[in-house]
């Protein structure tokens, strides 16, 4: 369904945009993600591109979501002795992290690219002292941290707390920061 997919550093204006609307620091999304230019059904397209383990990529951009095959979870190991390992649901919420919560970046980072890549995890994260999941408020994120701690017991920290009250990591950053934007107006206008 992709045809001549042509993988860049991600510099599209368009793009980049979209990332910033989405309260994503751009610095941050270059330095994990890349851009793809392809056809389908013989149309052009553009969209950030993020690398899986097995080559594929998790494509986005304002208007659909989609994976070049194969479907794999993303791994992004900041040091092999690391300890502790965040785990996350899709993309935007590993930007959103890092944006969000500059304080917790220690440590290594799976990406599941979907929930029903839970199990693809697992041999990855059960060399960690501490895994801390950063997955969606909604039914299958609970499902996801329940399965973990069945099978890695006290090792898991569900961190979904800190964003209570929003479906996940992104809509929390953008609340956030809509919430500072309009205080910042309430004090110029004071």
């Known amino acids: 369904a992709f045809q001549d997919l042509k993988i860049t550093p991600l510099a599209n204006r368009i793009l980049l945009a979209y990332l910033e609307e989405r309260c994503i620091d751009t610095e941050t999304a270059r330095k994990a993600c890349k851009e793809a230019h392809f056809k389908r059904h013989g149309k052009n397209y553009f969209a950030i591109a993020f690398p899986n383990i097995s080559g594929g ?21 900041s040091s092999p002795e690391s300890g502790s390992c965040y785990i996350f649901e899709g993309v ?36 960690y002292d501490g895994i801390c999941c950063c997955l969606d408020n909604d039914t299958a994120g609970k499902n996801a941290v329940q ?22 990591l992104n809509e929390y950053l953008c609340g956030k920061n809509n919430r500072l934007h309009n205080n910042r107006g309430i004090e110029k206008t004071v």
């Open 147 to 168: 399965a973990l701690k069945e099978k890695y017991g006290i090792r898991i920290c569900d961190l979904s707390h800190e964003y209570s009250g929003y479906k996940d």
């Open 92 to 127: 935007m919420d590993f930007l959103s992290f890092r944006a969000a919560f500059p304080s917790l970046e220690e440590g290594d980072y799976i990406v599941l690219n979907s929930v029903s890549n839970l199990q693809k995890a697992f041999s990855f994260l059960s060399r």
């Open 57 to 77: 990529y998790e494509i986005r951009n304002r208007y659909f979501k989609a994976c070049i095959a194969p479907k794999d979870i993303s791994c992004i190991i």
